[in-house]
C-alpha cells in the first residue's frame, strides 16, 4: 500500500512539472526532435545579446509575439466580419469542444467554421479588422527583442490571410509563413493545406545562411509543426508562459507603422466571455436602439434628451470660453460649424447639445439614412463651384454644420480638411468631437452605412464629448488673385484642423477619405 502511494505521488509530481513547464524535461523533449548541435536558452538570456543586427530571427507568432497564446478571438473576429452573426454564434456554441480536443484538431475546427463559404475576393478582414486587435496584444519585450534582429521569420498557426497584412504592414516582419487555405471556385472550403509550400521556401534560404546566424525562438511544452524551420537554428530560446505574463502591451507610439485605418463592427476583443456577454446582450441592445432611435426622431429635444439621456447615452459639452454662439458680425447669414468626424450622428448631437436646428452637408450618406435625419441634410456634389454655391445658399437661410474630413477615422487621428469651407464665411466655428463606445463601432467602411447609427445606440454607454472652440475667421470668395486664394484657403483649412487636433490631442495628417477607402474596403468610397 505504501508502494502504491509512493507511486501515485512520483507520478503525480511527475506530471505537475511537466505541465509547469521544467526546463530539464522540455530541453530533452526539444532535443528529441531536432539536432544535437542546437543550442537551447532560457528566453531572458536574449534580450542581453548585443549581435541580434546580425542575426537571422526566427520566431513562432502566438507563443512568443502575442502576449495571450489564444487563437479564439481572432476566429472570432473572422466569423463575425466575415460572416454573420449565427456564424459567430455557432462558432461560440463549438468552443467548450474546441477546448476538449488537442490544438490541432482544435484550430482546424474554428478554421472550418470561419472560412467555409467566405469568397476569397472580398475577404479583407485580415488587412482591415484584425490588425488592431493583433497589435493590441503585441508584448513590449518580445518586440524590442525582434526589432532589434536582422531578417525577421514568422512562423504562425494562423491561416495566411489573417496574419500577414499585420506582421508586414504593421512590423514590417520580412518573411511570413502562415498556413495556406484551400479553396473552390474563389470561395474558401475551410479546410487548411497540411503543409504550407511557402516553409519550404523559407527553408532553403535559411539553409543558404550562415547556420552561426540564425536563432531562433519558441516556447516551452511546445511541440512544433515548424521544426523544418527550427531545425536549422543553431540556438533556440525558450519563452515560458511565466514570461508571457510580465511583458507589457506594446504602446501605440512604438508602432513601426501607425494603426489610423481600421473596420469592423467589433469594439470589443470577442475572448470566450466578452463573446458571453455579447450575446447575452445583444437581444436588450436591440430593444434599446430602437427606443433611442425612436425618442430621436419624433419626439422634441427638451423631451428627447432626457430620454436618451436616462437610456444611457452620455453627451458632455463644453465651451470654455462661452463663445457667443447667437451673435453674429454679418446677420445675413448663418453660422458655419466646422467639425472633425466621427460619427454619422455628429450633426445631430451638435444640434442636441447647442439646441440649435442645423443643415448638414455631407459627402456620401445613405438614403435611409437621409430619410430618418431629424435635421436637414444636403449631398455635396464634389463640383467645387457647385457645392461652394450650394453651401452660400443655406449659410443665408440659416446655421450649417460641415465635416471636411469626408469620412470618419476611428483613431486619434484627424484626415485632411478639405479647403471649401474657408471660403464661405468670415466666421467660423470649430467643433471638436470624440466618442467612446464599449461594444459595437458606429462606422463602418465595407459595410451597410444606414446601420451605423443602429450599431452605435447598441452600445450600453455611448458618450459623445463636444467641444465648441474659438471662433476662427474665414475668407471670403475673392476671384482677383487665384494663387493667393488657393493658399490663402488651405491655410484656413490646416489651421481649424489644428486647433481641433489640439484640444483633441489627436494628430494631424494628409490622409484623405479616398486614402481611407483604398485601405480598407478597396475603393473609393463613393455611395449613390
Known amino acids: 500500500m505504501f508502494t502504491n502511494a509512493s507511486f501515485f505521488k512520483n507520478l503525480f509530481f511527475f506530471f505537475f512539472r511537466l505541465v509547469s513547464g521544467n526546463p530539464k524535461v522540455l530541453h530533452r523533449s526539444f532535443s528529441s526532435l531536432y539536432s544535437g548541435q542546437t543550442k537551447y536558452q532560457r528566453y531572458p538570456s536574449l534580450a542581453h545579446r548585443t549581435d541580434l543586427s546580425s542575426k537571422t530571427l526566427v520566431f513562432n507568432v502566438e507563443q512568443t509575439?502575442?502576449?495571450?497564446?489564444?487563437?479564439?478571438?481572432?476566429?472570432?473576429?473572422?466569423?463575425?466580419?466575415?460572416?454573420?452573426?449565427?456564424?459567430?454564434?455557432?462558432?461560440?456554441?463549438?468552443?467548450?469542444?474546441?477546448?476538449?480536443?488537442?490544438?490541432?484538431?482544435?484550430?482546424?475546427?474554428?478554421?472550418?467554421?470561419s472560412f467555409l463559404g467566405v469568397k476569397k475576393e472580398n475577404f479583407r478582414v485580415g488587412r482591415a479588422v484584425l490588425p488592431k486587435f493583433f497589435l493590441e496584444d503585441v508584448g513590449l519585450e518580445a518586440f524590442e527583442v525582434l526589432k532589434r534582429g536582422g531578417k525577421k521569420v514568422a512562423v504562425s498557426e494562423f491561416p495566411q490571410v489573417m496574419i500577414e497584412s499585420f506582421l508586414r504592414d504593421y512590423l514590417e516582419i520580412d518573411i511570413?509563413?502562415?498556413?495556406?487555405?484551400k479553396s473552390v471556385y474563389g470561395y474558401f472550403t475551410g479546410v487548411m493545406e497540411e503543409k504550407n509550400k511557402e516553409i519550404m521556401k523559407v527553408s532553403e534560404k535559411i539553409i543558404s545562411q550562415d547556420y552561426n546566424n540564425v536563432v531562433g525562438i519558441s516556447r516551452f511544452n511546445r511541440s512544433l509543426d515548424d521544426h523544418q524551420l527550427f531545425s536549422h537554428c543553431k540556438e533556440i530560446y525558450l519563452v515560458r508562459e511565466s514570461?508571457?505574463?510580465?511583458?507589457?502591451?506594446?504602446?501605440?507610439?512604438?508602432?513601426p507603422n501607425p494603426l489610423i485605418f481600421h473596420d469592423g463592427r467589433l469594439a470589443i476583443k470577442p475572448t470566450p466571455l466578452s463573446s458571453l456577454a455579447l450575446f447575452m446582450w445583444l437581444p436588450f441592445s436591440l430593444i434599446l436602439a430602437g427606443i433611442r432611435l425612436i425618442a430621436a426622431l419624433t419626439l422634441p429635444y427638451k423631451i428627447s434628451i432626457p430620454i436618451l439621456a436616462f437610456s444611457g447615452?452620455?453627451?458632455?459639452?463644453?465651451?470654455?470660453?462661452?463663445?457667443?454662439?447667437?451673435?453674429?458680425?454679418?446677420?445675413?447669414?448663418?453660422?458655419?460649424?466646422v467639425c472633425n468626424h466621427r460619427t454619422?450622428?455628429?450633426?445631430?448631437?451638435?444640434?442636441?447639445?447647442?439646441?440649435?436646428?442645423?443643415?448638414?452637408?455631407?459627402?456620401?450618406?445613405?438614403?435611409?439614412?437621409?430619410?430618418?435625419s431629424p435635421i436637414r441634410t444636403v449631398r455635396l456634389t464634389r463640383n467645387r463651384d457647385k457645392d461652394a454655391m450650394m453651401m452660400e445658399k443655406l449659410l443665408s437661410q440659416g446655421d450649417l454644420v460641415v465635416c471636411p474630413?469626408?469620412?470618419?477615422?476611428?483613431?486619434p487621428y484627424l484626415l485632411r480638411f478639405s479647403p471649401l469651407f474657408a471660403e464661405m464665411s468670415e466666421e467660423i466655428i470649430p467643433v471638436a468631437?470624440?466618442?467612446?463606445?464599449?461594444?459595437?463601432?458606429?462606422?463602418?467602411?465595407?459595410?451597410?452605412?444606414?446601420?451605423?447609427?443602429?450599431?452605435?445606440?447598441?452600445?450600453?454607454?455611448?458618450?459623445?464629448?463636444?467641444?465648441?472652440?474659438?471662433?476662427?475667421?474665414?475668407?471670403?470668395?475673392?476671384?482677383?488673385?487665384?494663387?493667393?486664394?488657393?493658399?490663402s484657403r488651405f491655410d484656413v483649412a490646416n489651421h481649424v484642423q489644428s486647433e481641433i487636433g489640439k484640444a483633441l490631442g489627436f494628430e494631424c495628417t494628409n490622409l484623405?477619405?479616398?486614402?481611407?477607402?483604398?485601405?480598407l474596403a478597396g475603393n473609393e468610397g463613393f455611395t449613390t
Not at 514570461?243 to 508602432?255: A, G, H, M, N, V
Not at 459639452?317 to 463663445?323: A, C, E
Not at 445631430?348 to 445613405?366: E, M, P, Q, R, W
Open 433 to 487: 468631437l470624440d466618442t467612446h463606445v464599449s461594444m459595437f463601432y458606429g462606422t463602418t467602411a465595407g459595410g451597410l452605412k444606414c446601420l451605423d447609427p443602429i450599431f452605435f445606440l447598441m452600445n450600453p454607454l455611448p458618450s459623445y464629448m463636444i467641444q465648441v472652440l474659438d471662433q476662427e475667421s474665414g475668407l471670403l470668395k475673392r476671384d482677383d488673385d487665384k494663387n493667393g486664394e488657393d493658399k
Open 512 to 519: 484623405t477619405r479616398r486614402d481611407k477607402y483604398l485601405i
Open 176 to 181: 511570413v509563413v502562415g498556413r495556406e487555405l
Open 344 to 372: 454619422l450622428l455628429d450633426p445631430l448631437y451638435l444640434s442636441f447639445s447647442l439646441n440649435k436646428y442645423f443643415t448638414a452637408v455631407t459627402y456620401s450618406l445613405s438614403r435611409m439614412s437621409e430619410i430618418l
Open 65 to 113: 509575439l502575442l502576449k495571450s497564446s489564444s487563437l479564439f478571438p481572432y476566429f472570432m473576429l473572422v466569423a463575425f466580419e466575415a460572416g454573420s452573426i449565427f456564424r459567430a454564434f455557432l462558432l461560440f456554441l463549438l468552443y467548450p469542444f474546441v477546448c476538449l480536443v488537442d490544438r490541432e484538431t482544435g484550430l482546424k475546427i474554428m478554421v472550418m467554421v
Open 243 to 255: 514570461d508571457k505574463r510580465s511583458w507589457q502591451e506594446l504602446p501605440r507610439d512604438k508602432y
Open 313 to 337: 447615452i452620455r453627451c458632455t459639452l463644453s465651451n470654455p470660453n462661452n463663445n457667443p454662439l447667437k451673435s453674429q458680425t454679418n446677420t445675413k447669414k448663418g453660422l458655419l460649424f
Open 405 to 411: 474630413e469626408g469620412t470618419t477615422c476611428r483613431e
